[in-house]
């Protein structure tokens, strides 16, 4: 390679090399700023209006969190299954944030995952919403496009081991009551232009990707900062507003 | 040159998916296979670290020794050590292919680009060396 490779011509390979770096290199960061532009302030004040999503916790918490996500994508999976029982459990149940799940059902590509949104909202009927998001996330293998192309049988299964009224159950997925509410909360993430699965807000931000918990905690912690020094700068206008009076 | 050429273009590959693990980049483009299938399953991390950011690693490695040898610096242990790597990695290659295939039941498009990548690292360098043994 060495000797053999070293023509009069090198530095125009050099410069090939390094047209091919640069563009790559490009290619990379163009990729990488679509997802951050995503991840840029969000407007918090765009509240839902067909979309009510699922929610957990307590809605009065000082930090509102959104999550936008798909039953068949991995990535939620992945999130719903190793990250978000932390979540749940230091800062849902600690009262730090509310949550709230929106179907972002990604037909294009997955095709059970409709099905999947319908057989969790039917669950949502009798109470039992997160049970069988959970279930649904665990089992992700067991029915995803893949595994299956009657995921039915699969989620009917589901049904039974959470103790639903099956039969209740059968007839609302059959008759995909929920649709328009599913539907709902997509829009709800395409006028927020959501553009992957999953995709948080979280206060005023709004974040692509399976985030870890650290990271997670950090943008709950600052946007709890933010709400605490809006409150505050509130509170100071409203005292000046006294004193000139 | 095809050596260092290959060996960047997998630098770019084994980047971007460095980044989306890192979750940098929210979603792979992949328009053939499951790319994020395999990427978050739990085959994606080796010995503590994204397999994605092991093979940045050893792309860097190869693309240093390809241009060592192109520069005329210890050519021969540049071709022994471009064999040994590219070889060890086509190895390792092979393994995350029949995990995509038999465990996963998944094909990342990125993974098989890779893979290739190395392997045609590997046969190049196996030719470079003959090249350097012979002109000893």
Known sequence: MVRQQRPANTKWFYLGLGIVAVVGVGLIARTASHDSAASAVTDVKATPAQAEGYLLGNPNAPVQVMEFADFECPACGQFATVTEPDVRKRIVDAGLASYRFFDFPLVEVHKNTLP???????????????EMHDRLYYGQPDWNTEATGNPKKIFLQYA????????????????????????GNRAEGERRQVRSTPTFVIGTKMIPGAISYDQFKAYVDSAAQQVAAHGAARADSQSGKGVTQ | MLIALLALIGVLVALYLTLYKMGVIGTLVCQVGSCERVNTSRWATFLGLPVAAWGLATYVLLLALALAGLQGIAPRRSAWGLVLLSGWSVLFSAWLTYLELFVIHAVCMWCVTSATLMLLIFISSVVVLREELRGA
């Open chain 1, 116 to 130: 999947a949104s319908n057989a969790a909202a039917c669950a949502a009927d009798q109470g039992k919403f997160w």
């Open chain 1, 160 to 183: 039974k081991e959470l103790g639903l009224d099956v039969g209740a159950w059968e007839k609302c997925f059959d008759e995909q009551r929920h649709l328009s509410r599913i539907l």
